[in-house]
């Protein structure tokens, strides 16, 4: 189950982060990233809603520790998607996304000395090889300046917050009391989209002020983008209460192949020997990945 949630959640969030990148020319890059959540928390809280009608179980009551972690995952998913679309509007889409899939490593190095989530050997070797592919698929050159470039930095950078997100999220989803895995995926996405709202409104209305009226007027193009955010967001939700989190975001390098394809038909950017090479070996990783987690 683990595996068809967390493939259909990185196939949504290729198409949102695509159809995000449109968002760039009319929103600031904070303006693009708060439509996700204003759109997304009322479409998480109705979800979650028609799950507790039709299930009859109970509203659970959460720990004070839940919303601890849902504060710190939410901001730092916040802070990553900023990044994000900082990388992929000053490098390609591809090279931007790719780097921010260093969240997989990122997110098992955190795991293990912050959470005591150890993935063994051969996780972390099928871990390293994805992150071997996505080097080859994404450094354009071995130059010190070129690697340290704006756009992947950015990438970086957002991996680095992703791989913080996806730990402190899984750590406040199970925390619900719960034996119901989609009812603790939807109350954590709805609880988290609903913070990050407040949090990131707050700070536009404060320091970019009259965004949040452009993010009102710009719906049309913006509600797409929040569907496919909340469908995202409740698959990796899901799967992050069903799987560890370094294992989740590692088989979400899947992505990859999306935004490749994403990248080379629709945007027609480049796709030679050295990206091809890097998609086999992250889909190599993959399937070790998924070998060892049988």
């Known amino acids: 189950m683990w595996i068809i949630v967390t493939l259909a959640a990185a196939f949504f969030q290729c198409v949102r982060t695509f159809r995000q990148r449109a968002l760039k020319g009319l929103l600031s890059t904070n303006g693009a990233n708060f439509v996700r959540y204003i759109y997304g928390a009322p479409l998480a809280l109705a979800a979650l809603a028609l799950l507790l ?102 990438g970086l950078i957002s991996g680095f917050f992703f791989g913080w997100s996806a730990m402190f999220i899984r750590d406040a989803a199970l925390a619900v009391p719960t034996d119901l895995p989609l009812l603790a995926a939807l109350v954590t996405l709805a609880s ?40 995202g967001s409740a698959c990796w939700f899901l799967a992050f209460t069903l799987q560890k989190a370094a294992y989740v975001r590692a088989l979400g390098q899947a992505e990859l192949v999306f935004t490749v394809v994403a990248s080379t038909f629709l945007l027609r950017e480049k796709f030679g020997f050295r990206e091809a090479l890097g998609t086999f070996i992250i889909t190599g990783s993959i399937v070790a990945l998924l070998t060892l987690t049988r």
């Open 192 to 231: 988290v989209t609903s913070l990050q709202t407040l949090m990131l409104g707050a700070w536009l209305l404060v320091r970019e002020p009259g965004m949040v009226t452009k993010v009102f007027r710009a719906w049309r193009v913006s509600a797409p983008v929040a569907i496919l955010s909340v469908l």
């Open 53 to 154: 009608a039709t299930s009859g179980a109970p509203l659970p009551s959460v720990p004070g520790g839940f919303w601890v972690s849902a504060i710190l995952g939410g901001l730092a998913q916040i802070l990553a998607t900023s990044a994000l679309l900082l990388a992929i509007t000053r490098d390609s889409f591809a090279v931007g996304t790719a780097l921010s899939k260093t969240e997989a490593l990122q997110a098992a190095i955190i795991a293990a000395l912050f959470f005591g989530e150890h993935v063994g050997w051969g996780g972390a070797l099928a871990i390293a090889a994805g992150f071997g592919g996505v080097a080859l698929l994404t450094l354009k050159s071995l130059d010190r300046r070129a690697l340290m470039g704006s756009g992947s930095m950015y």
